[in-house]
């Protein structure tokens, strides 16, 4: 025991010196308890760390809480609070071997004192929102401030503890449920937890728990993700639950921890709330422990008279024998374990075997018989003998009486003597999910497993026997449930409908077959009972009406409205032409008499094409010629027409075709009927003023425009009033209109001369010279020719629909041209007179030769061409002023030739 002790007071140093700047509140709780008249005792009690600063610490023992108390109309008062006479007691879950070394007796294990304050205040009458609310305020001396160690909410040690508790006294006095365990703020990690407050109300109350948010003056606090007021602790995965039935939490704690956990309770009477209160505890988990707690779990196969319906939750129904069973608490270090209980239900019973030994036993047990259906809770609180601090927990045991499950019946639709009702059974009581069963005679027929409340089916008239059970509960209910046979018969008689009759027709009497074993009813329109079905009269043309229905069993169907049409009989007539051509379409009208609605059978013998319904009118084609019958008959209301029946001639059309040529201007085509003629046939042409031999006839004809472009050539042939009619676009491409550029003119023998023409009429044109014979071409590409003797030249000018046209050219006066002259001086100065020196030729010459020499006998200039001229230079260079000499031979192209020596002189 000496090294457990040493190893928990390592701990509990090292958890205390991370603690050290808490203030000195581990927890508290407000609640309010009903004297009399509007007279109430208001509480608060807080647990005192006595770790604390003991300035802080012992100013508990003089604190004057105060509370704000407000109702429906706003603030009523704020009442100050005095502790209790034996407040200050310590609470401390420690051994009491030890408890002169906890901290409120100065030693340095953990110390916790219980301080109880109270009040009697007077209310000033019925609200449904009194509320009392502890602000952290505790007089002049201090306040009740949270942790700043806290781990699971922001900024915790800058807020006070706020508590409230509600009231809602208009149904009656109430008092706020008792906490019966006490607080036990230290946990270990990686050990399973248990923690409960042990509500326990005093009204009998129905309660209701839930984990809620820590408030601060203005809301509530802000807690640290992932922590939240219904996750405040670091826990292992999963291992985190809370049970709002009867407030019982567990946990294993993942980490060293401070944490904030409030609890709120709710109070309803009647379905109605009329109170919460609430708890607020700091968690505080240590990294290593020495003790863990004893835990007891209801012994499940121990349960006799009732069922388990979850951890430490067994249910009872109501009206039932007693219910028992036994909880087998157990220690993990092998402690010795004592069981204390608060909250029995009234007339149960708990006796323990064993206890304050390491293996006690609990045994429960209750009648249940007049119990009301509700929920009714207990607390085990188990504490060990640990030693330095003992381990305690208290768990909640829960009965649940449950009633009977029940139903009630709805009828959504009725059979109408025919089919299965539309039924919704409304269930309830008892506990979701359940059963329902319906059979007859033993056999069950349908069956459900309801978890809704609602079950809605299609069920057969009949007496059933139905079973109701709460799903894994004993609470069976047994009851008939009848369907019986009603409502609307679904099925009218079967019957013609309309009846239909020409007028003068003979009647007979309407019939209107019932179902097997139905009976029929006829009545008139003013919906009066008719002894039998009625004869229809038809003397009159006109709409009859008159209702029938029928009754099977219980059931009578809804009336139907049956028709007799009395009719005048239609007159089938129509207009049509006595012929047509086979390219023509008939124009057929309706010109007989019928009323609407009615319906119209023609007959078209074969015809091509029909477009039009009903009455019409009607465009009929036939493509073949011949006499053709067209019929008619017209049914209104079944009443049927005589059959009319008309003829009508199609003659056969002549075909106009024609083939035709696109020709050049001024040139004919050829236009020429393309078919067979008949005999008979007439023939009208028209060529878009184009001249022919006849505009009459079978053809063909020679055609020919004065002008180019496009034709609309037109034929129609007619035979026997038929005729036909067609037309082509015949082009007429222009010629082209080609000029020579060359003018006739007197020329020496042998002349060079450029041919040159120019034309319109095409965008594309070529051109064709004759004769070929006598036509060069320069290497740059010009045309040219030398005349040697009179000549004409013509030009054929080729557009690019090959039309063509022509121009002449001729040179008649050919001069036998050849003379030479040889001038004495020239002037190279750079005025353009006079600048250069040659021989001067008049004729074409066959060749020339022009040499000239200086002074020295120096070959200075030579040349082939007359057309070369000296410009008194050599090499580049000009030459000087005097006196120059050349040897000149030529011969003209007539044969004249000449020789010849000179002297040139070269002035500057």
């Not at 647990?47 to 600063?53: H, K, L, V």
């Not at 049409?565 to 390219?583: G, H, L, N, R, W």
Request: hydrophobic share 35%; with cysteine.
């Amino acid at each position: 025991m000496r090294n457990k002790v040493a190893i928990f007071l390592l701990a509990v140093l090292f958890s205390f010196s991370i603690t050290a700047s808490a203030t000195h509140i581990y927890g508290g709780e407000l609640l309010y308890q009903y004297l009399s008249g509007n007279s109430y005792k208001i509480s608060l009690t807080l647990y005192g760390d006595c770790s604390a600063n003991p300035t802080t610490f012992n100013q508990l023992y003089s604190a004057t809480p105060s509370i704000d108390i407000s109702n429906d109309a706003g603030h009523y008062q704020t009442t100050t609070l005095a502790l209790e006479s034996n407040g200050g007691y310590e609470v401390t879950p420690i051994c009491s071997s030890e408890i002169s070394n906890s901290a409120c007796n100065g030693g340095i294990l953990p110390g916790i004192k219980k301080f109880v304050y109270n009040a009697t205040v007077q209310l000033n009458g019925s609200f449904a929102n009194w509320k009392f609310v502890f602000a952290g305020g505790l007089g002049t001396q201090t306040s009740a401030g949270r942790s700043s160690n806290i781990t699971n909410i922001v900024n915790g040690g800058n807020s006070l503890m706020y508590l409230e508790a509600t009231l809602n006294n208009t149904t009656g006095a109430n008092s706020s449920p008792q906490y019966t365990s006490l607080p036990t703020p230290f946990y270990c990690i990686n050990t399973a937890e248990q923690y409960n407050q042990g509500a326990v109300d005093p009204n009998n109350d129905s309660l209701s728990f839930s984990l809620t948010p820590a408030l601060v003056a203005n809301g509530t606090v802000t807690y640290i993700a992932p922590y939240s007021a219904t996750q405040p602790l670091a826990t292992t995965p999963g291992s985190f639950s809370f049970n709002g039935i009867n407030g019982q939490m567990s946990f294993t704690p993942s980490q060293q921890q401070d944490a904030l956990v409030v609890n709120k309770v709710f109070e309803y009477k009647n379905g109605v709330l009329v109170g919460t209160s609430m708890r607020e505890m700091t968690f505080i988990v240590f990294a290593t422990c020495n003790n863990h707690p004893p835990v007891g779990n209801v012994n499940s196969s121990s349960i006799s008279g009732g069922v388990p319906l979850g951890n430490n939750i067994v249910g009872v129904c109501q009206g039932g024998t007693t219910v028992s069973f036994n909880i087998q608490p157990t220690d993990p270090d092998g402690d010795t374990i004592n069981m204390s209980w608060t909250g029995v239900p009234p007339g149960a019973t708990v006796t323990a075997q064993n206890n304050n030994t390491p293996a006690p036993t609990l045994n429960f047990s209750w009648n249940t018989a007049g119990v009301p259906v509700g929920i009714y809770n207990f607390f085990v609180t188990y504490k060990d003998n640990g030693c330095p601090l003992s381990s305690q927990q208290t768990l909640a045991y829960t009965l649940q009486v449950v009633n009977h499950p029940d139903y009630t019946m709805q009828i959504l639709a009725p059979t109408g003597c025919a089919h299965p009702a539309y039924v919704k059974l409304n269930v309830t009581d008892g506990l979701l999910p359940r059963t329902v069963t319906l059979s007859q005679n033993g056999n069950t027929v349908k069956s459900y497993v309801d978890s809704t409340g609602t079950i809605i089916d299609s069920i057969a008239a009949g007496t059933y026997t139905i079973v109701l059970n709460s799903l894994n509960m004993p609470c069976a209910t047994v009851k008939t449930l009848t369907i019986a046979d009603s409502g609307i018969y679904p099925y009218s008689p079967e019957m013609t409908n309309p009846v239909y009759y020409c007028k003068n027709d003979t009647p007979v009497m309407l019939v209107a077959t019932p179902a097997p074993g139905a009976t029929v009813h006829w009545y008139d329109m003013n919906d009066n009972a008719l002894s039998a079905a009625p004869v229809p009269s038809t003397a009159t043309p006109g709409i009859f009406s008159w209702l029938v229905n029928q009754t099977y069993n219980v059931c009578e169907s809804i009336k139907d409205t049956v028709q007799v049409y009395v009719t005048e009989k239609p007159i089938a007539d129509f207009s049509m032409p006595p012929f047509i051509c086979t390219v023509d379409t008939a124009l057929v009208t309706f010109t007989g008499s019928a009323g609407a609605p009615a319906l119209y059978y023609w007959t078209w013998d074969n015809a091509d094409s029909i477009i039009g319904s009903g009455a019409g009118p009607f465009n009929v084609h036939w493509d073949t010629a011949g006499v053709k019958t067209v019929s008619l008959q017209v049914i209104e209301n079944q009443c049927p027409s005589l059959v009319k029946m008309e003829t009508i001639t199609v003659k056969a059309t002549p075909k106009a075709m024609f083939t035709y040529q696109n020709v050049c201007l001024y040139d004919s085509s050829l236009i020429q009927f393309d078919t067979t003629a008949f005999t008979g046939s007439q023939f009208l042409w028209n060529y878009d003023g184009g001249t022919s031999d006849a505009t009459t006839g079978v053809g063909p004809h020679l055609v020919h425009w004065p002008t180019s472009g496009t034709k609309n050539v037109w034929l129609q042939v007619s035979l026997d009033g038929c005729s036909d009619s067609t037309s082509h676009l015949v082009t007429v491409w222009p010629q082209p209109q080609v000029s020579i550029l060359n003018k006739p003119e007197t020329l020496c023998y042998g002349d060079k001369i450029y041919l040159q023409a120019q034309a319109t009429g095409g965008s594309e044109i070529k051109y064709q010279w004759e004769p070929a014979i006598n036509l060069s071409y320069d290497p740059d590409g010009a045309l040219y020719t030398r005349v040697l003797v009179p000549t004409a030249y013509s030009v054929v000018a080729t557009n690019e629909y090959n039309c063509i046209g022509t121009d002449t050219l001729r040179y008649t006066d050919i001069q036998p041209c050849c003379n030479f002259m040889y001038p004495d001086a020239f002037t190279p100065n750079g005025d353009n007179r006079n600048d250069r020196f040659h021989v001067l030729t008049y004729g074409n010459d066959l060749w020339y030769e022009l040499d000239i020499y200086n002074r020295w006998g120096q070959k200075i200039f030579t040349s082939s061409n007359q057309y070369d001229e000296w410009d008194g230079t050599q090499n580049g260079k000009p030459c000087e002023m005097g006196v120059y000499y050349y040897y000149f031979k030529g011969k003209c192209m007539t044969g004249h030739e000449e020789e010849h020596k000179g002297e040139v002189t070269l002035i500057r």
